[in-house]
């Protein structure tokens, strides 16, 4: 009898374990309902170039879109382009705008327009004995360049300083590809892009803050907009409604946002924005969640072991946390899809440049609807996802 006692004992013990591990395993699960098509994911590892890894991952589900194939392009070029212009405009400027490795989802499209498309296999940009990359080295010397440059002590600029400045990018990224093979045919990067059909004057950069008037174009507020790239004003409504459309016709969509809410957890695959002032917790006794201090409340919604309500995100909370630096140009990613979890909420499959390793999803997450109503900094879609009226809105051809 008491060896049973015991043994009923120890199965109830294991039994509330394992209840409490499944329920932590299962306070968000996601199904997905419409998800587009996506080349692997890749590593951007040390570089400030999520920009440049998103917006590729676009053109390549574009290029599937339009049944051009798998491509691999090269993440690099946008880069060693970018960079060439970036010092032009920054010596022109005496160094009033800001020199980083950052960019914006635009400035791809503009590399596309000038100078063309090129596979990885023909620019990797891996010559200094990396196997993934890192930029740290390779972006202060050209800072230090270019700001020895425009500190000017000849008292005349030499008209060799821009070679000098892309010898340092041939060094570290490799010799400019101005012919490559692709399927034993040699291709320039003009050739390529066009003989791919691909036209970056087809997108449109859009966003949704009160502080500009809805429907017309500005230049985007972002130390990263170097290239002072405009984008198109809309509703949060209306912005929503464009990503899902896009998403329901088959357009992929780059997604620029801040990824330093508390409720973004790259490992644990998710993207939320809790209420901090909900009164009760999802599997917690409710006479437990109130003896709690606000500490012990915050340090268990943000465990993102149970499920949590999300704040209802207006415009006026948008616009107060980009105002505020609350919301800034983090990051770029790459929204494929739509799901929702299990508590019927909505939330969009979301490609991220950080590998594979690491993530419950392998490189993916999950981003609620509350999370990009209110970390969006911008987006690109093409002209042709955009909902019906909207082109006459934004008066486009």
């Keep these: 009898m008491k060896k049973t006692i015991i043994l009923i004992a120890i199965v109830a013990i294991v039994s509330t374990v394992f209840a409490q591990e499944k329920e932590k395993e299962e306070a968000y699960q996601f199904t997905d309902t419409k998800v587009l098509a996506a080349t692997p994911v890749k590593n951007q590892y040390r570089s400030g170039t999520c ?34 212009d970036h010092a032009i405009g920054y010596v022109r400027f005496h160094g009033k705008i800001n020199f980083t ?110 502080h500009q008037p809805s429907y017309t174009s500005y230049v985007f507020e972002s130390p990263d907009n170097w290239s002072y790239g405009s ?52 599997g917690l006794e409710q006479a437990k969640w109130e003896e709690m201090s606000d500490r012990e409340k915050k340090q268990t919604i943000y465990s993102l072991e149970h499920y949590v309500p999300e704040m209802k995100i207006t415009p006026e909370i948008r616009q107060e946390a980009f105002d505020n630096y609350e919301t800034t140009d983090d990051h770029l990613m790459h929204i494929i899809g739509t799901a929702t979890d299990n508590h019927g909420n909505k939330y969009y499959k979301v490609k991220n440049s950080w590998g594979t390793e690491g993530s419950k999803y392998e490189g993916y997450f999950y981003a609620s609807e509350s999370y990009v109503r209110y970390k969006t900094m911008s987006i690109m879609v093409n002209k042709d996802a955009l909902p019906k009226g909207l082109r006459g809105k934004l008066n486009l051809k």
């Design 51 to 84: 920009w440049t890894f998103a917006t590729a991952s676009f053109i390549e589900s574009e290029l599937l879109r339009m049944n051009k194939g798998e491509s691999d392009i090269s993440e690099m070029f946008f880069v060693r382009n970018a960079y060439h």
């Design 231 to 282: 984008v198109y004003n809309l509703p949060l409504d209306e912005m929503i409604e464009t990503i899902d459309q896009a998403i329901k016709n088959g357009y992929s969509v780059a997604w620029a946002a801040d990824v330093s809410e508390q409720g973004f957890n790259h490992r644990k695959g998710i993207a939320i924005i809790p209420d901090e002032k909900t009164e009760e917790m999802d």
């Design 101 to 210: 490795s950052g960019a914006e989802g635009w400035d791809v499209m503009d590399v596309v327009k000038k100078y063309g498309l090129a596979t990885e296999q023909a620019y990797p940009g891996l010559e200094y004995g990396e196997d993934l990359h890192m930029h740290g080295e390779m972006d202060q010397v050209l800072k230090s360049f270019v700001d020895g440059v425009i500190e000017n002590k000849n008292k005349k600029l030499s008209p060799v300083w821009i070679k000098a400045f892309d010898g340092i990018l041939d060094a570290y990224l490799g010799a400019y590809p101005y012919r490559f093979d692709v399927d034993g045919k040699s291709w320039s990067p003009e050739s390529f892009r066009d003989n791919l059909g691909f036209d970056p004057d087809n997108y449109i950069a859009l966003t949704s803050f009160t």
